[in-house]
């Protein structure tokens, strides 16, 4: 980890050197907050209001029409954003598409790649990952006509914070139908090593596909190098795409040729969808598994985002992302906030290639230290048991920020402000 001084004018020289430091005005920032919740709700860009509005205007002057409008047709439209996207996960430009939300997104693939058969009958996930996947898995095993107490195995973690790949794969027999793991864990922010358990999961011969929510935007990835199946990610966290924004969805190549378990119209060929007919032919790429009108107005503004993602490069963002939340751990531990009085502790990964782009601060009293904290106009993010939950956003958080929510921190318990709270969660957290 790179050394840090704890005085804010290191804050400041760090912001004055920062490569990525122009992108902050082209966000609406909140005034008076500092914003460390993008991981849960990115912010808006100006660019994804302008793509918003263009979308809005055609409506407005072309009606029908802008299914086939000559610039931007609506009808390409998902397979347009999901080649724009594609290079942000590695992946062919027909490989992605951008469609539905991602808990349907997982349906639809999970539906398709878990085929149990003989003693081959059970998923293999993770007992730490955010819990619509869970329900979503359990419910795939029943419409299978089968048991999830028996056919749904997750693997345990060794301290409530992070999974060992190890055991996942130890994990992985002649009984596992598919696996499907979270890239980065929502709560630690741990990133799983993708390649290394896609290999073993390819070497036998069991599909494996990832929720890349918590990555997406924060980090690269190779999915189609590494010979991930299938993936699927929301964009309204780091892709900042607005509330509800439209999913995505990502197939391996080689899977083309599939059937998709909730086949649609949309996921039709382009050039057949409108002859009517009842027999489904299905488009040859990702966007196959797409299921009926896509919600476009949710999905207009990731086409701005996307725009900025191309310029800033994602190499780049993930580079500013580590030295953030490095810097942020750094100053906790600098500090001395892991020590008694304070007794914070560090949740996540200090190695940079297991870490995302979040980091856990654990508090038994986290619940008010983060009503403390908004108290304070810091905008953090609380998950239960103990999480603070904090994600500087490479596009546009800054180093002095992240030093303020640090001394808030440390102020907080200083003049004890957590203590007129409960330490209770509100309804949204
Ligand atoms: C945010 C998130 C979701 C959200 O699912 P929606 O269908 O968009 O509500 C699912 N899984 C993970 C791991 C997430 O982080």
Redesign the pocket.
């Known amino acids: 980890m790179p050394l840090f001084s704890v005085d804010r004018e290191h804050a400041l020289e760090l912001d004055q050197r920062d490569p990525l430091a122009r992108f902050r005005r082209r966000f609406y920032l909140l005034p008076e907050k500092i914003y460390m919740d993008g991981n849960s709700l990115g912010l808006l860009s100006r660019d994804a209001e302008d793509s918003l509005m263009k979308l809005l205007t055609q409506w407005k002057g072309l009606g029908i029409d802008g299914w086939m409008a000559e610039e931007n047709p609506w009808f390409s439209y998902p397979e347009e954003l999901g080649r724009m996207q594609a290079p942000l996960v590695g992946a062919e430009p027909d490989e992605v598409v951008v469609t539905a939300?991602?808990?349907?997104n997982l349906h639809t693939l999970v539906g398709t790649f878990y085929r149990p058969e003989g003693r081959r009958t059970r998923i293999l996930g993770d007992e730490l990952?955010?819990p619509?996947?869970i329900y979503a898995l359990k419910s795939q095993i029943r419409l299978k006509g089968l048991d999830p107490e028996e056919n749904l195995l997750l693997a345990k973690s060794r301290d409530g914070r992070f999974l060992w790949e190890e055991d996942i794969i130890k994990a992985m027999d002649d009984t596992t139908a598919l696996i499907l793991l979270?890239s980065v864990l929502?709560r630690s922010g741990q990133l799983l090593d993708m390649e290394g358990l896609s290999r073993e999961a390819g070497r036998r011969n069991i599909p494996i596909g990832f929720?890349c929510?918590?990555s997406v935007g924060a980090l690269p990835h190779r999915l189609h190098e590494w010979g991930v199946d299938f993936a699927f990610w929301?964009n309204y966290?780091y892709m900042n795409s607005g509330p509800g924004g439209t999913?995505s969805l990502y197939v391996h190549k080689k899977h083309f040729s599939q059937e998709p378990a909730l086949a649609g119209w949309w996921g039709c060929r382009k050039d057949r969808q409108f002859d009517m007919s009842l027999r489904f032919e299905k488009a040859a790429g990702a966007g196959g598994w797409q299921i009926g009108t896509p919600q476009l107005l949710s999905a207009a503004p990731l086409e701005g985002s996307l725009r900025i993602f191309q310029e800033a490069g994602i190499e780049r963002l993930r580079e500013k992302s580590l030295n953030l939340t490095s810097y942020l751990m750094s100053l906790v531990q600098e500090l001395k906030l892991t020590e008694p009085p304070y007794n914070y502790r560090l949740g996540t990964p200090m190695e940079e290639s297991r870490r995302g782009g979040h980091v856990a601060v654990e508090h038994r009293d986290a619940a008010r230290i983060s009503r403390a904290l908004k108290a304070r106009g810091i905008i953090p993010d609380f998950r239960p048991p103990n999480v603070v939950r904090l994600a500087p956003m490479a596009l546009y958080t800054t180093y002095l920020e992240v030093w303020q929510v640090v001394r808030s921190l440390q102020e907080i318990i200083d003049k004890g402000e957590h203590q007129k709270y409960a330490n209770v969660r509100d309804t949204i957290a």
């Not at 939300?101 to 349907?104: D, I, K, L, M, Y």
Request: include cysteine.
């Open positions: 939300s991602t808990t349907v990952n955010f619509s996947d979270p929502y929720d929510s918590h929301c966290k999913a």
